[in-house]
C-alpha cells in the first residue's frame, strides 16, 4: 500500500469529535447492560429501579448510536424515554424513605388499570378478544393513599411541580414530547412553510446535539441508582459495580 493511500485510510478511521463522544456513551451502556446483578434481593424498589436502570441504558445507546450517524432529529422519542426515567428517580429520591415504597405500588396499580381499561374500550368498540386478563388480578398493590402523590405518579407535570429540582430535566422532557408524537410542531419540523408559500424541507432541531449533556445525564442516572438502592438497605459493597460501571470512562 502506498503511503499516500496509507494516510487517506487513517484519516478516514479518524473519528470526529461528536463521535468519539458516541463511543464513549455507548461503551458505558455495554457495560451497564452486562452487569450481573442476580445477588441483589428482588424487594420491591430493586426491580424498578433496575429495570429502569437497564431501560435507561438501553436508550443511552440508541441516541449515541442515531446521533452518530447524523440522525439525532430521529431520536426525540428515544431522547425523552431516556429523560423520563432519569427524571422519574431523581423525583423519587426527593420523596420520604417511607413514600417510595406506596409510590412504585401506584404505578402498578395505575399500569393495571391502563392495561384493564384499553381491553373495556376494544370491547366498546366491537372487538371481541379472547385474551385471559386473570394474572392482572393477582397483581396486589396498594391504592396511593395521598391524593397528591397518586396525580405525581398519574403525570410528569404533577410531580415536576412538586420536585422543582427536576425542572431542568422536566424541560428537556417536554421538548422531545412534542417531537415524539403526531403534533403540529412534529409536521412543521419536517415540512415547513417556505417564504415563497410552498412545502419545504427540514428536520427537528436537536436540543445537546453533541452529546455532552446527555453522557453528565448518564452519570445521574447510575448515581440516582446507587443511592435510591443504598437507601433501600443495601450496602456500598453490594451498589459498587453499578457505580463503577456507570463512572469506569469518565
Known amino acids: 500500500m502506498s503511503g499516500r ?6 484519516r478516514a478511521a479518524r473519528l470526529t469529535p461528536l463521535q468519539e463522544q458516541a463511543a464513549r456513551i455507548i461503551a458505558t451502556a455495554d457495560r451497564m447492560l452486562a ?9 420491591y424498589d430493586s426491580p424498578f429501579l433496575i429495570g429502569w436502570m437497564r431501560a435507561a441504558y438501553a436508550q443511552s445507546k440508541v441516541i449515541a448510536t442515531l446521533t452518530a ?5 430521529a431520536a426525540a422519542p428515544n431522547r425523552r ?8 428517580l ?5 420523596l420520604d424513605m417511607d413514600k417510595r415504597g406506596p409510590v412504585l405500588e401506584g404505578f402498578i396499580v395505575r399500569e393495571k388499570s391502563l392495561t384493564t381499561g384499553f381491553y373495556d374500550t376494544l ?10 386478563l386473570s394474572a392482572m388480578d393477582e397483581v396486589v398493590a396498594e391504592m396511593l393513599a395521598d391524593k397528591e402523590l397518586r396525580q405525581q405518579v398519574k403525570a410528569v407535570t404533577y410531580a415536576a411541580k412538586a420536585a422543582p429540582i427536576t425542572l431542568g ?3 428537556a422532557w417536554r421538548e422531545e414530547t412534542q417531537y415524539t408524537h403526531a403534533t403540529g410542531h412534529l409536521a412543521v419540523a419536517y415540512a415547513p412553510k417556505t417564504e415563497n408559500d410552498r412545502v419545504g424541507q427540514d428536520v427537528p432541531p436537536t436540543q445537546h446535539g453533541d452529546l455532552n449533556r446527555h453522557r453528565m445525564v448518564t452519570f445521574l442516572v447510575g448515581t440516582l441508582v446507587v443511592e435510591l438502592l443504598k437507601d433501600a438497605g443495601l450496602s456500598q ?10 463512572w469506569n470512562a469518565a
Open 69 to 73: 450517524q447524523g440522525l439525532a432529529h
Open 90 to 94: 431523581l423525583w423519587l429520591r426527593t
Open 237 to 246: 459493597k453490594a451498589v459498587e459495580p453499578i457505580l463503577f460501571a456507570a
Open 5 to 10: 493511500r496509507a494516510e487517506a485510510d487513517r
Open 81 to 88: 424515554a431516556f429523560v423520563e426515567i432519569a427524571f422519574r
Open 169 to 171: 430535566l422536566f424541560s
Open 123 to 132: 370491547k366498546e368498540m366491537g372487538y371481541e378478544h379472547d385474551i385471559d
Open 35 to 43: 452487569l450481573d446483578l442476580s445477588y441483589i434481593p428482588a424487594a
